[in-house]
């Protein structure tokens, strides 16, 4: 794996527009530029951003690892690939610092404190609720035969009243709307914000600081008041939800508490990062069953014997084939070999699950959807597939969302069958990978 440096090679790539090089292609269409690169070059390439040449701000190389071996190496050594002028930090003036964008020591004891909150055994006295927001979004919907749906709206329907309740015990039915207009504005601020060359601090008073920090004062006034009206029930901290055992929480090795301010930034990030993947990784799964009929027979068949591993694999199969988190970004700290090519230090770093999970050497027929490949025994290396990420920041909410998303899809195809099969899904890849508009189908009672 590792190799000496000064004998590595260096890393192909496509070299696109003479003075822009990649950036049009990748703005464009970024998913099917790196599949592209990857086929053409391999599992480790170049892709040059900018003038030929000139200081970092103009003219750079993003270097995408698509190998697992290379992508163990990125997100298990963190000393050398590290989070440093990633999107995070950009989050970060967004949401604060919560478990998502926090770093160095405040993420370690924030990482400590919350882990036994998400082990698979704590996660899975959430499944009657779960089980109770499947049956109530299903049953909401009372269709006919032949209905068309909009299934993202049904998914982030369900993610937010899951995550709300898991969180604070209540349903937060009057925020979700709030919360819901607020994300795409979230989304394409710090989307502006990160392709700026020259970052002006946010104290400036420009018009995007001026909005930046108006859809903070938003998300807070929204998070504050929940937290207080839960507090105003209960006394804060004898109940089960999350934010109740966020209060008793304890550092298992300091015996420090979160802070408030530490508490209501894990809200937020908790709000946000678990609700965006899960509805969307949701809607993709239930859109590729609906183009398969025969499958879906099968896993529907099967989860109604109250057996649920096929319905998890096809969710996991769904994710393979449309990933939300599609791509995560590391910077080298030191000059580093990967796969035998050279990588300098300060050189921007892609794994992307959106195109290892189509590595024909791990996934024979790569764009089949097929939720058997995750079957019985698996003979893949542990990076073939990352959904959820590796390494020390890994998703805290794996076990959480792969339950919550199993549930919902077993009420759904208890009661319906999906068609989708004169729809065309089209995604976007904004912070999270997105579906476009609506995800639609038509649902007729089994
Ligand atoms: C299908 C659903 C989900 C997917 C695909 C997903 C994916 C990911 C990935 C890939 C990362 C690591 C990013 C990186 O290494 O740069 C991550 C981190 C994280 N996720 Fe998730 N996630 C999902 C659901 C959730 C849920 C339900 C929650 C909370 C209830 C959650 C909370 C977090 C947090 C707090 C982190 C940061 C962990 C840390 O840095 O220590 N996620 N997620």
Same mark, same amino acid.
């Not at 919560?98 to 993420?107: I, K, N, Q």
């Not at 946000?272 to 239930?286: D, I």
């Not at 057996?307 to 939300?324: D, F, H, Q, W």
């Not at 189509?358 to 959904?387: M, S, V």
């Given at each position: 794996?590792?190799?000496?440096?000064?004998?590595?090679?260096?890393?192909?790539?496509?070299?696109?527009?003479?003075?822009?090089?990649?950036?049009?292609?990748?703005?464009?269409?970024?998913?099917? %530029?790196?599949?592209?690169?990857?086929?053409?070059?391999?599992? @480790? #390439?170049?892709?040059?951003?900018?003038?030929?040449?000139?200081?970092? +701000? @103009?003219?750079?190389? #993003?270097?995408?690892?698509?190998?697992? $071996?290379?992508?163990?190496?990125?997100?298990?050594?963190?000393?050398?690939?590290?989070?440093?002028?990633?999107a995070?930090?950009?989050?970060?003036?967004?949401?604060?610092?919560?478990?998502?964008?926090? /770093?160095?020591?405040?993420?370690?004891?924030?990482?400590?404190?919350?882990?036994?909150?998400?082990?698979?055994?704590?996660?899975?006295?959430?499944?009657?609720?779960?089980? $109770?927001? +499947?049956?109530?979004?299903?049953?909401?919907?009372?269709?006919?035969?032949?209905?068309?749906?909009?299934?993202?709206?049904?998914?982030?329907?369900?993610?937010?009243?899951?995550?709300?309740?898991?969180?604070?015990?209540? $349903?937060?039915?009057?925020? @979700?709307?709030?919360?819901? !207009?607020?994300m795409?504005?979230?989304g394409?601020?710090?989307?502006?914000?990160?392709?700026?060359?020259?970052?002006?601090?946010?104290?400036?008073?420009?018009?995007?600081?001026?909005?930046?920090?108006?859809?903070?004062?938003?998300?807070?006034?929204? @998070?504050?008041?929940?937290?207080? /009206?839960?507090?105003?029930?209960?006394?804060?901290?004898?109940?089960?939800?999350?934010?109740?055992?966020?209060?008793?929480?304890?550092?298992?090795?300091?015996?420090?508490?979160?802070?408030?301010?530490?508490?209501?930034?894990?809200?937020?990030?908790?709000?946000l990062a678990?609700h965006e993947t899960t509805s969307a990784g949701?809607?993709?799964?239930?859109?590729?069953?609906?183009?398969?009929?025969?499958?879906?027979?099968?896993?529907?068949?099967?989860?109604?014997?109250?057996?649920? !591993?096929?319905?998890?694999?096809?969710?996991?199969?769904?994710?393979?084939?449309?990933p939300p988190v599609y791509s995560? !970004?590391?910077?080298?700290?030191?000059?580093?070999?990967?796969?035998?090519?050279?990588?300098? +230090?300060?050189?921007?770093?892609?794994?992307?699950?959106? #195109?290892?999970?189509?590595?024909?050497?791990?996934?024979?027929?790569?764009?089949?959807?097929?939720?058997?490949?995750?079957?019985?025994?698996?003979?893949?290396?542990?990076?073939?597939?990352?959904?959820?990420?590796?390494?020390?920041?890994?998703?805290?909410?794996?076990?959480?969302?792969?339950?919550?998303?199993?549930?919902?899809? %077993?009420?759904?195809?208890?009661?319906?069958?999906?068609?989708?099969?004169?729809?065309?899904?089209?995604v976007v890849p904004r912070v999270t990978l997105r579906?476009?508009?609506?995800?639609? +189908?038509?649902?007729?009672?089994?």
């Amino acid at each position: 794996m590792t190799t000496q440096v000064s004998k590595a090679a260096t890393v192909p790539g496509p070299t696109g527009h003479p003075l822009l090089g990649m950036l049009p292609a990748l703005r464009d269409d970024l998913l099917g %530029s790196i599949l592209n690169g990857f086929h053409e070059h391999g599992d @480790v #390439v170049a892709y040059h951003v900018g003038l030929p040449r000139g200081p970092r +701000a @103009v003219s750079a190389d #993003v270097v995408n690892v698509h190998h697992p $071996d290379g992508i163990h190496q990125v997100l298990t050594t963190p000393q050398v690939f590290s989070r440093r002028a990633s999107a995070y930090e950009i989050l970060r003036e967004f949401i604060g610092e919560g478990l998502l964008t926090s /770093e160095g020591d405040r993420w370690l004891r924030q990482r400590r404190t919350l882990q036994p909150l998400f082990t698979p055994h704590r996660v899975g006295r959430y499944v009657e609720l779960m089980a $109770d927001e +499947a049956a109530r979004v299903v049953d909401d919907m009372a269709l006919t035969t032949g209905s068309v749906v909009d299934l993202y709206q049904l998914t982030q329907r369900y993610a937010m009243r899951v995550v709300g309740r898991a969180l604070f015990g209540d $349903d937060i039915d009057d925020v @979700v709307p709030r919360l819901q !207009e607020l994300m795409p504005i979230l989304g394409d601020l710090a989307l502006a914000r990160a392709l700026q060359v020259v970052k002006l601090p946010l104290s400036w008073p420009t018009p995007r600081s001026r909005r930046i920090a108006g859809v903070r004062a938003t998300q807070y006034e929204i @998070v504050d008041r929940i937290i207080a /009206e839960r507090q105003s029930r209960t006394g804060g901290d004898e109940h089960e939800d999350m934010l109740g055992r966020l209060f008793a929480a304890r550092d298992p090795e300091t015996g420090q508490a979160l802070s408030v301010a530490d508490i209501r930034d894990q809200v937020l990030v908790f709000l946000l990062a678990g609700h965006e993947t899960t509805s969307a990784g949701l809607a993709f799964t239930m859109h590729l069953l609906g183009r398969h009929p025969e499958v879906q027979e099968r896993v529907a068949a099967e989860s109604g014997t109250g057996n649920s !591993e096929l319905v998890r694999a096809a969710v996991m199969e769904g994710m393979r084939l449309y990933p939300p988190v599609y791509s995560m !970004e590391r910077m080298s700290e030191s000059d580093i070999t990967i796969s035998g090519y050279r990588i300098p +230090a300060n050189t921007k770093v892609i794994v992307a699950p959106w #195109v290892t999970h189509r590595h024909p050497q791990f996934w024979p027929d790569p764009e089949r959807f097929d939720p058997g490949r995750f079957l019985g025994r698996q003979e893949r290396p542990r990076y073939a597939y990352f959904p959820f990420g590796g390494g020390p920041r890994s998703c805290i909410g794996e076990h959480f969302a792969l339950l919550e998303m199993t549930v919902l899809l %077993s009420a759904l195809l208890a009661r319906y069958r999906i068609d989708t099969r004169t729809e065309r899904l089209a995604v976007v890849p904004r912070v999270t990978l997105r579906p476009a508009g609506e995800v639609r +189908a038509t649902l007729t009672v089994r």
